[in-house]
């Protein structure tokens, strides 16, 4: 189920909420474990979190100048198809700040648009990305399988700088 909306609350102030719910499944899933395939039933899909939500807050304080934050949560999802513990990837919440001011010219150049634009205003410490892996083991004489996960930390806060022109 995905939803999205646009909701002026005024003329200056706009909302854009989305979320999207899901629950993505292997069916009949079968996986080698400790040297035997085993059948672990329907498992989680492999980077497919069941819930999303991000948001866009406008403020439009005057002509051509337009303020947003962004927030974004994405929840709890698995790196693997087997549901392993050691898969998992933590849920998390990040906003972004943008500014855009749009100059209007119309001699030549229709406009200059600057904008400016601030990723994780808030210096979260998060991943939103990594890779799970398993091997087996059998220098005991029986095979043991492990299962180890490394993950891709993202960037703390961060800017760009924009300048478009518009002919």
């Not at 040297?35 to 899909?45: A, D, E, M, S, Y």
């Not at 898969?87 to 010219?105: E, K, M, R, T, V």
């Amino acid at each position: 189920l995905e939803v999205e909306s646009t909701i002026a609350l005024t003329n200056k102030l706009i909302l854009n909420p989305n979320f999207t719910l899901s629950q993505n499944k292997n069916e009949d899933f079968y996986y080698e474990i400790n040297g035997v395939v085993q059948n672990l039933g329907n498992t989680n899909i492999a980077f497919s979190p069941n819930f999303i939500f991000g948001n866009r807050f406008t403020y439009l304080p005057v002509k051509g100048l337009q303020l947003s934050l962004l927030s974004k949560f994405v929840g709890e999802q698995y790196m693997g198809n087997i549901d392993s513990e050691n898969s998992i990837l933590d849920s998390y919440f990040i906003n972004d700040f943008n500014a855009s001011y749009d100059w209007q010219i119309n001699k030549g150049i229709k406009s200059i648009v600057f904008s400016a634009l601030v990723n994780n205003v808030f210096d979260v410490k998060y991943e939103s990305n990594g890779y799970f892996y398993t091997y087996d083991d059998d220098s005991s004489g029986s095979t043991i399988t492990y299962g180890g996960a490394g993950y891709y930390p993202q960037a703390g806060i961060n800017f760009l700088l924009g300048l478009s022109l518009k002919f």
